[in-house]
Structures are given as structure tokens and as C-alpha cells.
């Protein structure tokens, strides 16, 4: 009897071993297709910026004009479709390149992609704040990894709707991690606001805010 349990408890550890190798190599693939998808679609959309200057209507976001709510939270979709990025943002000084989706995309997700939140304004609303989330680290989706390399005065490009829009960073603070974020911008200026995790710290996240200095 008790060699017939003990054959029931290991076919039932091996079947939780293959189970749990199954769900960790679902889990990876899925994250390498994703991150594949994600630079073919900023691939494709540079393309089609260098062919026509229009973007297609059904790829064209209303901003809203109403003051935001600067607090934020993170959701995560995971619906797969080709949608052009309605975005760039650039940091020279980093070397970052990166597309981003519009706000009610079901590819603007923080787990794989720059996430826009849905408190933002786009780049073309005066006095607007454009706030985009992302993950540091060394991941595969970790495009704000060295944001932390970062200081006052550098500038970050935004392309939007075939105009560039020139930011200068002037300050720089962190937040303790507890679910929302405190954007502590001049209401009177067009920002642009990133977030990403502190820099060697579990506990804190890093927010950089920059003002609109320039359009092109």
C-alpha cells in the first residue's frame, strides 16, 4: 500500500515539474514575441513616416483638453493586433529610441511597451502633460533602463503627428512606491513627465519633468 502511494506522489510531482516548465517557457516565449512585435511595429511605423506625412484616421487620438488628474496607476492588456505607434520618444543622450501607442491601445501596456498614462495630455495641448511609463532594469522591456543617467538640463524629443517637440528636463525627484505618483510640474508650462523605477532600490520610483523649450 505504501508503495502505491509513493508512486501516486512522485507521477504527481512529475506532472507539477512538466506543468511548471510549461507555464515558464509559455511565459518566455510569450515575452520574446512580444518584445519582437513591439520593434517591428516601430520599424514599420518609421517606414511609413518616411512615405506619407498623414497618419491614417483611425490611428488619430482627440486629446483631451481637461485638466488631469496627476496621480497614476498602471494596467496591463494583452491583446495582439499590428497598430501603428502614434509616437516617438528620443534621449540621445542614452541612446533611446522608442515608440509608444496611444492611450486607449490595447498595446499600451507597461509589461511590454513605454505605457501612456491615462491621465496624459498629447504633446499638441498647451499647458498639457504628457506622463509615459516605463520599466528599468535589465529586461528585454526595461526601455527606460538608464534614465537614471539623466540630469537637469538634458532634452528629450517627442515626434507627434510629424512635429518634433523639443523638451529640457528641470527637475528630478522620487517617490515612494505606494501605487500613485505626485507629478509636481508648473501647470503653466506644456510637460512631459517620465516614471521608472529607482535606480537600485525596491521601494522608490524616479520622476523626471521637463518642460516644452522648442518645436519643430
Given at each position: 500500500m505504501k508503495k502505491i502511494n509513493f508512486k501516486y506522489q512522485v507521477a504527481a510531482g512529475v506532472i507539477l515539474i512538466i506543468a511548471g516548465t510549461l507555464a515558464l517557457l509559455s511565459n518566455y516565449i510569450k515575452?520574446?514575441?512580444?518584445?519582437?512585435?513591439?520593434?517591428?511595429?516601430?520599424?514599420?511605423?518609421?517606414?511609413?513616416?518616411?512615405?506619407?506625412?498623414?497618419?491614417?484616421?483611425?490611428?488619430?487620438?482627440?486629446?483631451?483638453?481637461?485638466?488631469?488628474?496627476?496621480?497614476?496607476?498602471?494596467?496591463?492588456?494583452?491583446?495582439?493586433?499590428?497598430?501603428?505607434?502614434?509616437?516617438?520618444?528620443?534621449?540621445?543622450?542614452?541612446?533611446?529610441?522608442?515608440?509608444?501607442?496611444?492611450?486607449?491601445?490595447?498595446?499600451?501596456?507597461?509589461?511590454?511597451?513605454?505605457?501612456?498614462?491615462?491621465?496624459?495630455?498629447?504633446?499638441?495641448?498647451?499647458?498639457?502633460?504628457?506622463?509615459?511609463?516605463?520599466?528599468?532594469?535589465n529586461y528585454n522591456n526595461s526601455y527606460f533602463a538608464n534614465l537614471y543617467k539623466l540630469s537637469v538640463d538634458d532634452t528629450i524629443n517627442i515626434y507627434y503627428n510629424n512635429i518634433k517637440y523639443i523638451y529640457k528636463i528641470y527637475k528630478i525627484y522620487d517617490e515612494e512606491k505606494t501605487g500613485t505618483v505626485r507629478i509636481l510640474r508648473d501647470r503653466e508650462k506644456t510637460s512631459l513627465t517620465l516614471i521608472t523605477c529607482t535606480k537600485d532600490d525596491d521601494y522608490h520610483q524616479t520622476v523626471y519633468i521637463a518642460e516644452l523649450i522648442e518645436k519643430e
Open positions: 515575452e520574446k514575441r512580444d518584445v519582437v512585435f513591439s520593434n517591428m511595429n516601430l520599424a514599420l511605423s518609421s517606414i511609413n513616416d518616411t512615405v506619407t506625412n498623414n497618419i491614417d484616421e483611425k490611428n488619430q487620438i482627440i486629446a483631451n483638453e481637461n485638466p488631469e488628474e496627476e496621480s497614476s496607476s498602471s494596467t496591463v492588456n494583452t491583446d495582439y493586433a499590428y497598430e501603428k505607434y502614434i509616437g516617438i520618444i528620443e534621449i540621445n543622450k542614452i541612446n533611446l529610441y522608442k515608440g509608444f501607442y496611444a492611450k486607449d491601445s490595447n498595446l499600451n501596456n507597461v509589461k511590454f511597451n513605454l505605457y501612456v498614462l491615462p491621465e496624459s495630455s498629447y504633446p499638441d495641448v498647451e499647458k498639457g502633460n504628457l506622463i509615459i511609463a516605463g520599466h528599468s532594469g
